[in-house]
């Protein structure tokens, strides 16, 4: 089946630099997505948006090109609480990939188990509305329970503005709480404003909250992007990633977003996007951190 892109869709960028920062040995890149095929995995028909085809061969590809060693997968809305896209990429990577899924209430024992033993390792709950539709907490708050015994995590997505709100139901989650791309703080705001210091705050009390540095792209206002060689891309963003890494060195991930959904105003260079990296983690051990003693720990601990 195919399906009509959604209008102003901007695929990935093709032939991305080489990086000028050489990642450390074993680097993982802790959030990306496959989008379909969807000739052979059609897009949830509940979706808020259709992509282009991004299969596990280009992310694959890119991982090699980039110099990563891992990936971690993580379900796109684009696909629903239907894994087989995502599930499929994780079989297909020689145990180089995990999984974080979208589940539902109704699925059962030996579908999650399933889901484990094809490497899926967290769960996904998305609070950003014009991704998805509500799904009430104690729905969630019930699965969380459920894959905790698995020894999975909870990846959370949300929008700044909406933490104060949603903070109780997190800090009630009885796992590992991962959130996506910073929270999403407003960047044209102070570092040391309130709104981020609520979040600092949120991590500060609450140990088992871990964060993804990830989508300077997503989350710049000034730019300027990462295109045509540019080495300090999205200098507005860095202050915040790096007030994070430094505070919170054992619990800080790093992902490519690949292939950068929704984006409207340019599609980064994802060889130039790893070179933000050493801006917001300056020394070699907090990119060790940051790149593989984290990520190795949360999805591959049976490793260390
Ligand atoms: O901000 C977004 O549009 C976005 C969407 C998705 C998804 O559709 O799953 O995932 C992300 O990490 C970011």
């Given at each position: ?123 996904r ?115 915040f ?8 060195p ?28 050493p ?9 060790r951190k ?15």
């Amino acid at each position: 089946m195919t399906s009509t892109k959604t209008s102003g869709w901007l695929d990935w960028y093709q032939g991305p630099a080489k990086p000028r920062f050489q990642l450390p040995a074993g680097a993982v890149d802790a959030h990306c997505h496959v989008f379909g095929p969807g000739a052979e995995f059609p897009f949830a028909p509940e979706r808020k948006y259709t992509p282009c085809d991004a299969g596990k061969r280009e992310l694959y590809a890119l991982r090699d090109h980039l110099g990563f060693a891992r990936n971690v997968i993580v379900q796109a809305t684009c696909h629903g609480a239907d894994n087989r896209a995502m599930v499929d990429a994780c079989l297909a990577s020689n145990g180089r990939a995990r999984g974080v899924a979208t589940v539902r209430r109704d699925i059962g024992d030996e579908e999650l188990q399933r889901l484990h033993d094809s490497g899926v390792r967290g769960v996904r709950f998305n609070f950003v509305k014009r991704l998805v539709d509500f799904t009430p907490k104690e729905e969630l708050m019930e699965i969380a329970g459920r894959i905790a015994t698995l020894g999975w995590h909870v990846v959370i997505y949300f929008e700044a503005r909406d933490l104060p709100e949603l903070r109780d139901f997190f800090t009630a989650l009885p796992t590992i709480v991962v959130v996506d791309h910073m929270g999403r703080p407003d960047v044209g705001k102070p570092v040391d404003g309130p709104e981020f210091a609520l979040f600092l705050a949120f991590m500060r009390d609450n140990a088992n909250v871990w964060c993804k540095v990830s989508c300077p792209e997503r989350l710049s206002v000034q730019g300027p992007p990462a295109l045509d060689g540019e080495g300090r891309a999205y200098r507005d963003v860095a202050p915040f990633a790096r007030r994070i890494v430094r505070e919170f060195p054992d619990r800080v991930l790093w992902g490519t977003d690949w292939p950068h959904p929704n984006l409207t105003d340019h599609m980064p260079d994802d060889g130039l996007l790893v070179d933000f990296i050493p801006h917001i983690a300056p020394t070699p051990e907090l990119q060790r951190k940051l790149l593989v003693d984290n990520p190795m720990r949360l999805y591959w601990p049976e490793e260390l």
